[in-house]
């Protein structure tokens, strides 16, 4: 699992098996069943999560208690409720297995060690977060400006794989169409 992580990092910067075990040190493995929360609104969040393996759904209940589903997370993706992570205030959303899954949790503390003892992981982590920023500005983006039909095209060509991951009916909160809808969508392409 931890040679998983290592590759993951290593696409951006490269590192010694010296700095490799300290950022190890960092992070503590975790193993989530199916339809298990990781954290869930107005709980602390403790850490930010690398996917090894698995599924999520990072969901936000509106007042009338309808799920909107802000992010999927899949392998080799990071997920979390960024602002409640890093300003260490109570979750928003809920982080929910949408499969068995296995990860690698990271406290704030951590983060912030890794970032001052071994200052080349602060490059990593502002490259994952800018491309985090480009990914949330593409899909306010496509709400904005795309009709649901290019909104699920967007999304297949993006991710083909959550098509056949996730159930329809999160697909199509995810696309903020009904489930007929993302039906007559999927059959017409």
């Keep these: 699992m931890q040679h998983i992580l290592r590759e993951h990092i290593e696409k951006i910067i490269p590192l010694s098996d010296e700095e490799f075990t300290f950022v190890m ?61 890093y300003t260490q205030t109570k979750a928003t959303m809920s982080l929910q297995c949408l499969e068995d899954t296995e990860v690698f949790c990271l406290t704030l503390e951590g983060y912030q060690n890794l970032c001052t003892k071994l200052q080349k992981m602060e490059r990593f982590f502002l490259e994952k977060a800018t491309g985090g920023h480009i990914g949330s500005q593409r899909r306010i983006l496509s709400f904005l400006t795309s009709n649901a039909k290019e909104r699920y095209e967007q999304l297949i060509k993006r991710y083909p794989s959550l098509y ?19 039906s007559r969508l999927w059959s017409s392409s």
């Design 164 to 182: 056949q991951r996730v159930p329809k009916t999160q697909l199509a909160s995810y696309l903020g169409v009904s489930r007929e809808t993302l």
């Design 25 to 85: 040190s960092q992070f503590t493995p975790g193993n989530y069943k199916k339809h298990q929360f990781l954290f869930e609104e107005a709980e602390d969040v403790r850490y930010t999560y690398f996917v090894v393996s698995g599924l999520l759904k990072l969901i936000h209940l509106d007042d009338t208690a309808k799920e909107h589903i802000v992010s999927f997370a899949m392998e080799d993706w990071w997920e979390s409720d960024f602002h409640a992570f």
